[in-house]
């Protein structure tokens, strides 16, 4: 694959925005025309190519019934969408059917290579790579209490990506005297050049300290020692910047649109 970002985008809409090939129990992919609905997760997602090849009035149609069908489980449901995605008013159609944009992200697309090393982190912090519920909850609390949001979602679904596959995601926590100061995680999606960057919060108390940089070498270099080439991640504001001067250039942005069912 040569290294132009169009290039680089074309293989990320390609191999990756398709259903998993494992998936955690109780979870399922729906076909629904163009698009897949992923079911039995704490909410629904929907997974769009960046061409849905629908327009108007069936593209409205398309999203309601969506929503509806979220509808009927009780469940929320979060259909993410990117800049370069097509029809380019998928958004509006999406917020007049009652879905509600959250943040938006930029996907940053980088090679493995250029960023794999040895992690340099502060004195007195270490790094594992850990599997266990334990740890997994202990990541999750960490996360709830940084961003005050509910600890179980996260927990649930990194405990079922590991069983389901626990070749094709490795997370990492970083310790300091005991305590969960930041965690990341690789996912790998067989078949595809590309593996992904999630996670990588930092306790407050402990950013600018290279911790982040140091969670990014690490799964670089576990990704390249898995055959990967290229790394994608969704980044925020406050990550794109430290991504970029690693070597990630910017291909896209992705946003969330999310529906909850009234009263939740």
Not at 150 to 163: C, N, P, S, T, V
Request: charged share 25%; net charge neutral; proline share 6%.
């Amino acid at each position: 694959m040569t290294d132009t970002i169009d290039t680089l985008l074309a293989g990320y809409d390609a191999q990756l925005r398709r259903a998993p090939s494992t998936l955690p129990a109780g979870v399922r992919c729906e076909r629904d025309g163009p698009l897949l609905r992923m079911v039995g997760h704490a909410r629904g997602f929907v997974i769009s190519p960046r061409d849905l090849g629908l327009s108007g009035g069936d593209l409205d149609r398309l999203i309601v019934r969506q929503r509806d069908y979220f509808a009927e489980r009780g469940e929320a449901v979060d259909w993410r969408t990117r800049r370069h995605d097509t029809p380019p008013d998928l958004g509006d159609r999406l917020q007049a059917a009652g879905f509600v944009p959250g943040g938006t992200e930029t996907v940053l697309l980088g090679r493995a290579v250029d960023t794999a090393a040895d992690p340099v982190l502060p004195a007195g912090v270490v790094l594992r790579s850990v599997a266990d519920e334990a740890d997994i909850r202990r990541i999750a609390m960490m996360e709830a209490g940084v961003w005050g949001m509910g600890w179980r979602e996260l927990h649930d679904f990194l405990i079922g990506r590991i069983a389901a596959a626990p070749d094709d995601i490795v997370v990492l926590v970083a310790e300091a005297d005991g305590e969960v100061v930041s965690a990341a995680w690789l996912v790998l999606s067989p078949g595809s050049d590309f593996a992904g960057l999630r996670g990588g919060t930092t306790v407050p108390a402990w950013r600018g300290r290279g911790i982040y940089r140091a969670l990014v070498a690490a799964r670089a270099r576990l990704a390249v020692a898995r055959g990967i080439t290229y790394l994608h991640v969704d980044a925020s504001q406050d990550s794109a910047p430290t991504l970029q001067r690693l070597g990630f250039r910017a291909a896209t942005t992705a946003t969330s649109h999310l529906w909850t069912p009234p009263g939740c």
